[in-house]
């Protein structure tokens, strides 16, 4: 009923950028957080930023100052800008959100499948 898609991963150089995008589609009542986490390998999965449909936002102590979250509303998209990016950051990144169905009341935490985000040093 709903789908994330993401898009925008890939291989970059360190100290370089790159956007993640991630769409969400079906039959959406409304959306709460909207975020991303990643998976390093041989990692656990960790919060790297999300942000709530008011716009509040947070991020994990290891991106702040170099990612930046946001998102339309209008296009239930959410998006990270990654700046200066390290060898550190090289994981497989996840779009997340909290999401609630037309014709029901509860919330539902939803995934995107994953990009991988390569960055060489």
């Known amino acids: 009923q709903v789908q994330l898609v993401e898009s925008g991963g890939g291989l970059v150089q360190a100290g370089g950028s790159l956007r993640l995008s991630c769409a969400a589609s079906?039959?959406?009542?409304?959306?709460?957080?909207m975020g991303w986490y990643r998976q390093a390998p041989g990692k656990q999965r960790e919060l790297v930023a999300f942000?709530?449909?008011?716009?509040?936002?947070n991020y994990a102590d290891s991106v702040k100052g170099r990612f930046t979250i946001s998102r339309d509303n209008d296009k239930n998209t959410v998006y990270l800008h990654m700046n200066s990016l390290n060898a550190d950051d090289t994981a497989v990144y996840y779009c997340?959100?909290?999401?609630?169905?037309?014709?029901?009341?509860?919330?539902?935490?939803?995934w995107g499948q994953g990009t991988q985000v390569t960055v060489s040093s």
């Open positions: 997340h959100s909290q999401i609630r169905v037309r014709y029901t009341s509860n919330w539902n935490d939803y």
């Open positions: 942000i709530r449909s008011g716009g509040n936002v």
């Open positions: 079906g039959s959406i009542y409304n959306i709460n957080t």
